[in-house]
């Protein structure tokens, strides 16, 4: 395949160029390269490399009702993506052992059209299976500070998660952690429900901006202690960033992903949207918000995912907000929330590069020779609106319903072959376990 005439976001630049494609690898990035393969007219289109979402939950195996890998990663594909990360719940089983890796596998290779890695979880009881998991594969380690809303996935108190960190730290994977106190958010909610105060101000109210900063601080002197890489999910906050920053500048190994809704959206908007808005750590005011979005910019911030964590609309509803399933499914729209408000080279950073580096994906990230041709074709002139018909998610809602984005996806490729274009999903490409290069970091120790 030769894709002809774009403008490439390769490592060196913004660059127009050809891409020369080969058994799904690129070999030749340059200027009138000849093939006698396929050709892809791609003038006038950004070439970008394909989103890597760190952080879905996609819910197959045993949740499928709420999304499933098929819905989940024509959804991904549709916003630019080739890899997303499944988190370890909310499957059932979760991803805590070997066996239940093993089915989430299956699935996964059965319904996803694009590739996919494996988060492990961390909680009470199977720090002895995470070798086993580390052995099949899995990118790392995910452990809850606050309550999960699971009672199957429990939250890591901190011997839990500080011995999870040695472990892991043994085996060279990271850690990931929801940080949020669970002591002040219990005790918030508890009493706030107590009181008989349950609507959408109470809730945020409840998690606060300093029980994710406590939870950052907290996770960051674990991880200094035990030799861990440590990797703050969904951090809400330009307060949270601030936290993170001062851990890394101790020395500690920590990386930051934030979440589109996050830099989009404010509690204003949770107010007035609801429930489809609602996520932990909450949407923050506009201050924050903010300082998120510089930090976004100066590059403090290594990641931007999804967090696409959807339900069923019977779960969204209810008169009281804290009972309200959280979770925002926004997987098809990270690309076009960044595309707005960033620049083209910041985008494949914070999308593609980034995430390849951290968790040692040496194939992934990047448009250039050598590495695998998962990239995205986007008109960056073009203005579209999300609908309930444009979304490829099994559930039609989401809180981008009605907004105008400028860049739209016109194709995506997963290791040279097409698996989304101009509007459908294509061919029959199935995705396959991405697994990391960590065993020249492992330690017996």
Known sequence: MIVR??????PEGV?????RIEDGVIQEIGGDLTSSGDEVDAHGLTVLPGLIDVHVHFNDPGRSEWEGAATGSQALAAGGGTLFFDMPLNSSPC???PAEFDQKRSALEAGSVTDFALWGGLVPGNRDAMEALAERGVIGFKAFMADSGLPEFPRADDLTLYEGMREAARLGLPVAVHAESHELVQALAGKAQAGGRHAIRDYLDSRPVMAEVDAIQRAALLAGEAGARLHIVHVSSGRGVTAALEARARGVDVSIETCA???YFTEEDMLRLGAVAKCAPPLREPSERKMLWR???RGDVDMVASDHSPAPLSMKQGGNFFRVWGGVAGVQSTLAVLMELAPAQRVAALTAANPAARFRLPRKGRLAAGYDADFTL??????FTVTRESLFQRHGFSPYLGTTFRGAVRRTVVRGETVFLDGKIVGAQKGRLITPEYATTRTDA
């Open 15 to 19: 660059v127009a160029a050809d891409l």
């Open 378 to 383: 986007v008109d960056t002139e073009a203005e």
């Open 295 to 297: 930090s976004v910019l």
């Open 95 to 97: 991803t805590i052992g």
């Open 5 to 10: 005439g774009g403008t490439v976001v390769a």
């Open 261 to 263: 809704h996050y830099l």
